[in-house]
């Protein structure tokens, strides 16, 4: 064969990289959804105060049915002032007791629960001069339980 009858290779054009693919377009715009997705959460969270964190975690720890009933009612009673402290400030509610203290919660509760009025209010009341051994009803201290959960509101509640 001679020289002169053979030819250069022919090169194909290269594949042009715009306009992408179908595909492509679908896993950018699942990828930027799952990026504002994750930037929301983490905003979600750290717009949530560390104190309300906290009350979710004692309250949770104050369900542990191990624990003595009067044991659980002083926790409750303690968390409860905590939070309406934080939420109203100490001017507002440190200083009542007894059925001033119960006014302001009926006043307050996000849910319009009436403490005042109730055996759960009279319960939170009674429950720093309890005895360790007392013996009180389960369904009191969980109707109790409840209702300062709805206090504390917006927690990642589990089960």
């Not at 679908?26 to 997705?37: K, S, V």
């Not at 109730?118 to 009191?140: C, F, I, K, N, T």
Request: aromatic fraction near 10%; charge should be positive.
């Amino acid at each position: 064969m001679d020289a002169e009858q053979l030819h250069d290779i022919i090169e194909y054009a290269s594949v042009p990289m715009w306009p992408l693919a179908a595909g492509w377009w679908l896993l950018l715009a699942m990828g930027l959804l799952l990026l504002l997705l994750f930037l929301g959460h983490r905003r979600r969270q750290q717009a949530r105060p560390v104190w309300l964190d906290t009350a979710c975690k004692e309250w949770h720890s104050l369900q542990n049915p191990q624990l003595p009933v009067s044991v659980r009612l002083k926790g409750l009673a303690v968390l409860l002032r905590r939070v309406a402290i934080q939420r109203y400030g100490r001017e507002a509610c440190a200083g009542l007791s007894g059925t001033a203290w119960l006014l302001w919660l009926t006043q307050h509760d996000p849910a319009q629960f009436n403490w005042a009025e109730s055996r759960v209010g009279d319960l939170l009341v009674r429950s720093a001069y309890m005895p360790p051994d007392v013996h009180l009803d389960e369904q009191h201290v969980k109707q109790m339980a409840n209702a300062i959960r709805v206090w504390i509101g917006r927690c990642m509640w589990r089960g």
